[in-house]
């Protein structure tokens, strides 16, 4: 029996490599794996005394040779392929260990393997004859199974080769994943916006207590080959288990609340999210104080909510934190000892996370029937400098901030949307109606007055001025919205009318 060795994770490499020499398997290797078998004392044949042809191009070329290739990918049940081999004195190799360049943690060209999957694959191909071994903890069943029947059975060979054909599938979505985030697909792209094909791979990278609802089953996965996600790398103080809307929600939370950090005034920014829609933001310079503004924008939909925080979470934040109803997910920066000492004394079933900041997406997918819907994800594009002021009245530098938190946060609202702002506060959100008059009516209830010489945001066009009208109804001094109804001169009479200002941005942010 011969084996073929040619691996970058040398995990056990020693005591495998033992192993098939006490088997009395005959070692092929190269490279830096023949180094560390000849600095153990293993015996072994180098890949270039078989080949007959040294290793060039630095490395780069090495076991690509039909005296290797010929000796894993004969067919044995076929004679004209043993006469072929035969002819070429080539010897056959019944087991190829290999594991590939880590391209994940360092991609670069050079870290694209060419040999090692070219072998990973033939020997995969090949598994009614060869057996296949990518994973270092795969060695210990191998080298028991060869020790008890001097051979590997079918039904080994054929997982290890699925194993293998999946680790080269990773390996290469990785590769895609790479030139994807680097600008690739618009070089290949048939259409000038979205590319003609998207490979994705994923890979589980944790469990979840349950899906949506406690029924169903849920888990995390990461994108293979893609820019590394926040979530990797977000450390838990306490509380239960993840589940998939405490990751959904906080995901959108601590994604807004870093979206408002470059508005007017906006030194720190806290909003509390509950069933993905926020229900109270605030911005300004003190975090303890925006945190208790965006707390009673609507203290009853924060129960059971997601509370995402710009700032680190010390003590007296924390101790604000606990005296209010229960949070569900807490997620900020940092969250000092004394505060987490606190949750745990406190809030048993609150999980505190910590976080960096969230990393931009390259395409917002949702799956149908067969496939996905694709998109570009939704960025506010259009700004202060882009605006139409529309109304007889301008906007004064306080309206302007009102305003700029009221549009940002409706972006983020599920449509039909209203979001009514006041002093660096939102103070009323109406969501996910089917008609804007009632996400407007809804808002101006929860606002409760609070909203008089506020702002108001629309998140599409007023289709007719009774939308309007019942914005203007809680008292906001400016009106935002995108403009593009056939009725806008009628709107914009209507904003007249009522002696507010109107702000049309030119961009449209339905959120579904």
């Known amino acids: 029996m011969r084996a073929l060795l040619s691996v970058y994770d040398k995990t056990g490499l020693i005591e495998f490599a033992s192993g098939l020499a006490g088997l009395g398997v005959e070692i092929i290797s190269s490279g830096g794996t023949s180094q560390t078998l000849a600095d153990a004392g293993i015996t072994h044949l180098e890949v270039a005394s078989v080949t007959g042809a040294p290793e060039m191009l630095g490395g780069r070329v090495k076991t690509l040779h039909p005296k290797i290739h010929g000796g894993i990918l004969a067919d044995r049940s076929k004679a004209a392929h043993l006469e072929d081999v035969a002819a070429q004195g080539i010897d056959l190799i019944d087991l190829v260990v290999c594991n590939l360049y880590p391209f994940r943690s360092d991609p670069s060209i050079e870290m694209i393997d060419v040999g090692g999957p070219t072998m990973v694959r033939a020997a995969a191909k090949n598994h009614d004859h060869v057996g296949v071994l990518v994973d270092p903890s795969d060695y210990a069943q191998v080298l028991a199974e060869l020790s008890a029947t001097g051979a590997l059975q079918a039904a080994t060979r054929r997982e290890l080769a699925r194993k293998a054909f999946a680790h080269t599938s990773d390996y290469d979505a990785a590769i895609v994943g790479w030139f994807d985030a680097t600008g690739a697909p618009e070089a290949i792209s048939t259409t000038g916006e979205l590319p003609a094909r998207l490979t994705i791979e994923l890979e589980r990278a944790g469990e979840l207590r349950y899906g949506e609802n406690p029924h169903q089953k849920g888990a995390r996965y990461r994108t293979v080959g893609g820019v590394r996600g926040f979530w990797d790398d977000v450390e838990q103080y306490g509380g239960r288990e993840l589940s998939y809307l405490n990751l959904f929600d906080a995901e959108a939370a601590w994604r807004l609340a870093h979206e408002l950090l470059d508005l007017d005034g906006a030194e720190v920014a806290v909003v509390i999210v509950k069933h993905a829609n926020p229900c109270g933001v605030a911005i300004g310079s003190d975090l303890l104080a925006t945190y208790q503004r965006a707390f009673d924008a609507d ?110 946060v409706c972006g983020r609202t599920t449509s039909n949307a209203i979001v009514l702002a006041h002093d660096g506060q939102v103070v009323g959100i109406g969501c996910g109606q089917q008609n804007r008059v009632d996400a407007a009516g809804l808002a101006a209830k929860k606002a409760a007055g609070r909203a008089i010489g506020g702002a108001g945001a629309s998140d599409a066009f007023f289709p007719f001025r009774d939308g309007l009208d019942a914005v203007c109804d809680a008292g906001v001094s400016i009106v935002v919205q995108p403009g593009g109804s056939l009725r806008d001169k009628e709107i914009i009479e209507a904003a007249n009318e009522r002696e507010i200002v109107m702000v049309l941005t030119g961009e449209r942010h339905f959120r579904h």
């Open 299 to 408: 203290p009853l939909s924060a129960f059971g909510g997601i509370v995402a925080l710009t700032g680190e979470v010390d003590l007296a934040i924390a101790t604000q934190i606990v005296s209010n109803p229960l949070a569900d997910v807490l997620i900020a920066p940092s969250i000092t000892p004394e505060a987490r000492e606190l949750f745990a004394a406190k809030r048993k079933n609150m999980r505190p996370l910590a976080a960096a900041a969230p990393t931009p997406e390259r395409w917002a997918l949702r799956q149908i029937a067969g496939g996905f819907l694709v998109q570009d994800p939704d960025r506010f594009i259009a700004n202060r400098s882009t605006y139409q002021v529309v109304t007889e009245a301008t906007p004064t530098r306080e309206q302007w901030r009102d305003l700029e938190l009221a549009w940002r």
